[in-house]
């Protein structure tokens, strides 16, 4: 069962606003929507039928350890990030997220997600 969205929320453009050459942040799909918040639940898993791969679940692999990030997160800060604009600025300030203009963020210098163990067992399996 999928969650309503508010009635202010914009969910469809018309032609000319796709046609638009403004900056993302001030077309009308971001300058209705600012402010709006929807909670919604988690996409549902697709049907297994059919599917080319068996999607198990934690009761298919009780043996499988429940994903808890207090124990298998590591977050590490990344050593710089590029920004947009600015020629791709090399910095090691964090940007800060702006609700009505968005991240300037680029991309990162590689960091730390997952302690150790569970990214070998990610190798392992993917590998």
């Known amino acids: 069962m999928s969650t ?3 009635e202010n929320v914009v969910t469809n453009l018309s032609p000319d606003a796709v046609r638009d050459t403004r900056p993302h942040h001030e077309h009308e799909l971001y300058t209705t929507n600012t402010g ?11 049907p297994s039928e059919g599917m080319t791969v068996k ?6 692999v009780p043996e499988e350890p429940r994903f808890d990030p207090a124990i298998h997160l590591d977050l590490d800060r990344p050593d710089w990030v590029r ?18 203009k968005g991240s300037p963020l680029a991309y990162t210098a590689p960091f730390k997600v997952f302690l150790i ?11």
């Open 36 to 46: 709006s918040f929807a909670a919604m639940p988690p996409l549902p898993l697709p």
């Open 83 to 100: 920004l947009l604009g600015d020629d791709f600025k090399k910095t090691t300030d964090l940007p800060q997220f702006c609700p009505a």
């Open 55 to 60: 999607i198990n679940s934690y009761e298919d």
């Open 4 to 6: 309503p969205l508010p």
């Open 117 to 127: 163990d569970v990214q070998m067992g990610y190798l392992a399996f993917f590998h």
